[in-house]
């Protein structure tokens, strides 16, 4: 099984650029340059030394003693939330920035749903001196306020989505519309393995960093490179795809991807897009989705403002669909439990995204001699108002 983007853009049936013809230019433009710029000694020089000397890289692979011992398997995480910016999205944005500026752009925009992506295109932007604009649905603001603080203290310009569900959904779509109505100076630096080819496969490869480092990172701790699990959260799904990128070809290296249950799968306020979905297209991209039976997409909802995406990226459709990774949803109630146990059991306060990813210990039973990585994706300043709400921490 190929678990790879094929020359057209699709993984499996999923992926693909279904888009109005305004943008063709723009995607086009992106898809016949990305990879031949990449690869390239140049690009790579500079983008690995960002990834130490800015970002901080290489992560720490820690090895949690305490939840170790609680649930009586070895347990290592992944930590991104070390990351400069607090989340594993500065990786992507990076790598995107250097390739927006090599294609000649000079205005970037972005989408972002718990802020850290428009943090992370912002920080970018900051350092490289060019303009940017981040969509972001009205009631994410809310709930987000201190990344909006971030990104207006970094020179951005935060621009509501007011339409819909007034979430990561509508605040992509504001962003296309944009790009529409300017294509020649502008690149639109998209958050996750979501949207039209080349997107997924490009932002796959920048997040793979994680991977790469997992595999030198437990040769030296275990004496071998492969874990037995790895567990990531899924949105669109670009932390989860960093971590198992590596992986993907080895069956003996269990892939488990963790969504968002919200208030139950069958409550009506659920990001269960696995269990939930249906194929379609959204945000020029084919895959699962939550849709109506007349094909309208589905209002998703979860506790976290990262995992409240209606669909998934086309790699974790295909990965869903040949069974390559096991799904899991996980609720707000459970999610939020396994936040704060890492709090008290091991001194971080996790991304209630993360949180997720963390709740299948209590779900799964692993072996004792059992390798199991946790990828944190982020750490929980910018949630702290919603665990504070949640705990009644007054």
């Known amino acids: 099984m190929n678990y ?22 723009n995607v086009e433009e992106l898809r016949q340059n990305y990879h031949k710029i990449i690869v390239t000694e140049s690009f790579q020089t500079e983008f690995q030394q960002l990834l130490k000397d800015y970002v901080g890289r290489p992560t720490p692979l820690y090895f949690a003693e305490r939840l170790s011992s609680k649930y009586n398997t070895k347990i290592y995480l992944k930590r991104e939330d070390l990351c400069h910016t607090g989340a594993h999205k500065i990786n992507n944005t990076i790598g995107q920035i250097l390739l927006a500026k090599r294609l000649g752009k000079t ?29 972001m649905g009205e009631i994410d603001i809310k709930r987000q306020a201190p990344n909006v603080a971030r990104m207006k ?47 997924p496969d490009m932002v ?8 790469e480092e997992i595999k030198h990172q437990l040769l030296e701790k275990e004496g071998r490179e492969n874990p037995d699990y790895i567990i990531a959260c899924v949105g669109g799904g670009s932390n989860a795809a960093g971590a198992f990128y590596h992986f993907l070809e080895d069956e003996n290296v269990k892939l488990i991807a963790v969504e968002a249950a919200g208030k139950g799968i069958n409550s009506g306020e659920s990001a269960a897009t696995s269990v939930l979905g249906k194929i379609g297209i959204i945000h020029g991209s084919k ?21 409240d995406y209606p669909g998934v990226g ?13 799904f899991i949803a996980v609720t707000d109630q459970d999610a939020m439990s396994a936040g704060l146990n890492l709090c008290k059991t091991e001194g971080i306060i996790p991304a209630i995204e993360s949180s997720h990813a963390l709740a299948v210990l209590e779900q799964k039973k692993f072996g004792k001699n059992d390798i199991v990585i946790v990828n944190l994706s982020g750490r929980g300043d910018k949630d702290l108002n919603t665990y504070i709400d949640y705990f009644n921490y007054k």
């Open 4 to 25: 790879q983007v094929n020359d057209k853009g699709f993984y499996g049936e999923f992926g693909g650029a279904f888009i109005p013809e305004m943008l063709y230019p």
């Open 107 to 135: 205005r970037i925009i972005a989408e972002t749903g718990a802020g850290q992506h428009g943090v992370a295109t912002a920080t970018v932007c900051a350092l490289m001196g060019l303009e940017c604009i981040v969509y």
């Open 153 to 199: 203290m970094l020179g951005a310009e935060v621009r509501p989505a007011t339409s819909g569900s007034k979430t990561l959904k509508d605040a992509t779509n504001e962003a296309i519309r944009d790009w529409i109505n300017n294509p020649f100076d502008t690149f639109y630096i998209i958050g996750s393995v979501v949207g039209p080819h080349p997107y």
């Open 204 to 211: 796959s490869k920048f997040q793979s960093i994680i991977s």
């Open 287 to 307: 895959t699962l989705l939550m849709q109506s039976d007349d094909g309208q997409i589905t209002e998703p909802y979860s506790i976290s403002a990262g995992l």
């Open 314 to 326: 086309p790699l974790h459709a295909h990965l869903h669909q040949t069974k390559r990774a096991e």
